[in-house]
């Protein structure tokens, strides 16, 4: 099977440096021969500081892959589902590329940022970088532990991977971001016991709430689905906060061998049930950005590095 890029299915990391750039030089070929060369770096890194558990991806926009790749597209490959309902609107905000570096040191994550970025000078614009890091132990700005349900060990494959249902983009990801902003003073003023009502789980233990107690709004029931058999729809979720002392949030990315898992869950949380309940979550917190990627194997990358 091709092999997946190194950080699709990575165990958290302590640091994240998030890149997204849109692309300027009309020659793919240049672009394509880049990508092959961050492979490189990131994998450079690894072996220089084998003790930060380095590990990259990169990923093509839907909106520019088509130029990038001409003529061999991810089947299920499907521009960001914008969606607005009330007051409630998760925007589409496509980027041409998306880097993530992850390591256990900062220091690592912006050396291999500048490299990425020196690599790809005069030929992208770098339109927002984020710097991701893990919150105490694991937890969101919101204070609750966030990606105790990821899917574990092999099922992260199995979930995040394509496999042989699209044989030219095997071991490749879709993947999704969205940068959410939290408005904290309001989330803070909320007693306790609401938070985790709506989160539908304790804040301090992170105990999930039975079945019956959790509230329809709870953002562990909205997103939580099943498909026409019962069967659990999954997506792999490898967000982390960002922020500083005056913009706090989430930069939420999914990762799937499908790009459908993230679609419902998001429809879900922004549209609600039958009743119209929604995600109380979204309340407090809101997607700034979003856009949707395919991140191709390493094996992919590497050979298209010079057709
Ligand atoms: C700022 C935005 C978000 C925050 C703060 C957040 C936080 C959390 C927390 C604290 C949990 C419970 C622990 C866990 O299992 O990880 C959770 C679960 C989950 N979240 Fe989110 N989340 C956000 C956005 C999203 C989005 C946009 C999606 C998908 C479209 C999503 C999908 C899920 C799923 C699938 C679960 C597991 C549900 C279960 O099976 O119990 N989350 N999230």
């Not at 940068?179 to 803070?188: F, G, I």
Request: proline share 5%.
């Amino acid at each position: 099977m091709a092999q997946p890029q190194k950080g699709i299915c990575a165990e958290p990391n302590l640091h994240a440096q998030y890149l997204m750039f849109n692309v300027i030089d009309e020659d793919s070929q240049v672009i394509r021969a880049k990508l092959a060369h961050i492979l490189d770096v990131f994998e450079h890194y690894d072996n220089e500081h084998y003790e930060a558990m380095v590990s990259g991806v990169i990923a093509i926009g839907s909106n520019y892959w088509a130029d990038l790749y001409p003529g061999l597209i991810p089947l299920e490959l499907a521009p960001f589902p914008d969606m607005e309902c009330d007051d409630r609107h998760a925007p589409a905000t496509p980027c041409d590329i998306f880097i993530q570096v992850r390591a256990d040191r900062a220091d690592v994550c912006f050396a291999i940022g500048s490299e990425v970025c020196e690599l790809l000078k005069g030929h992208v614009e770098l339109f927002e970088e984020i710097k991701g890091f893990r919150y105490l132990d694991g937890r969101d700005l919101t204070g609750f532990v966030d990606g105790t349900e990821n899917p574990r060990g092999m099922r992260k494959f199995d979930v995040a991977v394509v496999g042989d249902s699209d044989p030219d983009f095997q071991g490749g990801s879709y993947l999704h971001i969205q940068r959410y902003r939290t408005n904290m003073d309001s989330w803070q003023r909320l007693p306790v016991k609401n938070q985790e009502d709506i989160i539908g789980r304790t804040k301090e233990d992170n105990v999930e709430y039975a079945s019956a107690d959790k509230a329809d709004f709870a953002h562990t029931k909205r997103s939580s689905l099943k498909d026409a058999d019962g069967k659990s729809i999954e997506i792999l979720r490898q967000s982390m906060p960002y922020g500083d002392m005056s913009v706090k949030g989430l930069f939420f990315i999914s990762l799937a061998n499908s790009p459908k898992p993230f679609t419902l869950m998001l429809k879900s949380m922004v549209f609600g049930d039958e009743n119209s309940t929604y995600d109380r979550l979204l309340d407090f917190t809101v997607p700034e950005t979003g856009a949707a990627f395919f991140a191709p194997s390493l094996t992919f990358i590497k050979r298209h590095k010079d057709s």
